[in-house]
């Protein structure tokens, strides 16, 4: 049984480089990016631009830094970040917007779907008083946990704020899963948004990287962002060649893993008393408190790792699990369960 190989069932960021993807970073034709000379990153950057329909991008080493530096050209200190409460740069990216940017975060109520109301979001913007921040940008996030957008209510919400003056960001880390759910191309889902972060290094499959994009006013200024962050990489284009690589074979293999995570849900759907929810490449289960922790080591037992969340716990598809890896784990919480 210890011969099995490992199901890691935690998260899409698991995956290890592909034999395709070694050979194409080996062969990528590299130089300084700092000295815009690496035409690899370039290629990207340029790829990644026209991908999601905007006129510039840039490569940044983490989705989070390019958020980050996404927030820092939009913000000045005391001004206001609007975003949904279980949004990532609300909750896991460690306040780095408050504590480096000096960026207040005003966290809004989503709903079942992971959205915001217009309403709401209108409601919220802070009049022109000398008391309050000035409430600057919308940050909206495609996929929520897994959960797909709807691009006319995003373009909705764009619309509304920006009568405001607002710009709008678009924490696209799973973008590509959001497309390929809904059947459109990137750039539809990327449309209402001034900037759009995708990362290259969750479901897409490489090791690292982000790319970040927008107006060549905006990107010129991220750089800046980019560099006083201590992001700006030398011959990077050994890692940007894995995000090529992964945007030219990796996308529409999405399909699969939604597919799996859906075979998932279904197979655990059959166990009594289970709460099983399941959107794009995300299953999420509710055992009783008193089973956590003994499932996770029944599960390891069975050579599939889940992740330590309580109460829910997050199973993540990506592309180094196939539906024989699904069909053991399925067949393994059903051996804990009975
Ligand atoms: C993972 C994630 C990020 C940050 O990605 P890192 O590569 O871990 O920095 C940002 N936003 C969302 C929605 C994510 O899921």
Redesign the pocket.
């Known amino acids: 049984m210890s011969e099995e190989q490992l199901v890691d069932l935690r998260s899409d ?1 698991v995956t290890r480089p592909s034999e395709g993807m070694y050979q194409a970073m080996r062969e990528a034709p590299v130089g300084d990016d700092v000295y815009g000379e690496d035409e690899t990153v370039n290629r990207l950057e340029v790829a990644a631009a026209a991908l999601l329909g905007k006129q510039a991008g840039l490569f940044l080493s ?6 980050l530096a996404a927030m820092l050209v939009h913000n000045a200190r005391g001004e206001e970040i609007l975003l949904g409460d279980c ?3 609300f909750v ?2 460690a306040g780095g917007v408050s504590a480096l940017g000096g960026i207040v975060m005003h966290p809004l109520a989503t709903d079942d779907n992971g959205g915001l109301a217009c309403e709401q979001v209108l409601a919220a913007i802070k009049e022109d008083d000398p008391h309050h921040p000035i409430t600057r940008t919308l940050a909206l ?1 495609n ?2 946990s897994g959960r797909v957008q709807n691009p006319a209510q995003h373009r909705a919400l764009a619309d509304a704020v920006r009568a405001q003056g607002l710009v709008v960001h678009l ?4 973008i590509m899963n959001a497309a390929v759910a809904l059947d459109i191309d990137a750039c539809e889902v990327a449309q209402p948004f001034d900037s759009v ?1 995708m ?1 290259l ?2 479901g897409l499959g490489a090791p690292v990287g ?1 790319v970040l994009c927008g107006s060549s006013e905006f990107i010129r200024r991220a750089r800046r962002q980019r560099k006083q962050l201590g992001g700006g990489m030398r011959q990077s284009g050994v890692l940007a060649a894995c995000g090529l690589y992964a945007l030219e074979n990796n996308v529409e293999r999405l399909a699969e893993d939604h597919e799996n995570a859906r075979q998932l849900a279904a197979g655990l759907g059959e166990i009594d008393g289970l709460p099983v929810r399941q959107a794009t490449n995300m299953v999420f289960i509710e055992p009783e408190a008193k089973d956590l922790e003994p499932l996770r080591q029944h599960m390891l037992e069975h050579r599939i790792e889940i992740g330590r969340q309580s109460p829910r716990i997050r199973l993540v598809t990506h592309l180094d699990i196939d539906a024989a890896g699904i069909d053991r784990a399925i067949n393994a919480f059903h051996s804990y369960f009975r």
């Open positions: 960021t983490s989705a989070t830094q390019a958020n949004y990532h740069i896991s990216e996030e996929t929520v924490d696209g880390a799973r972060m990362c290094s969750k982000a």
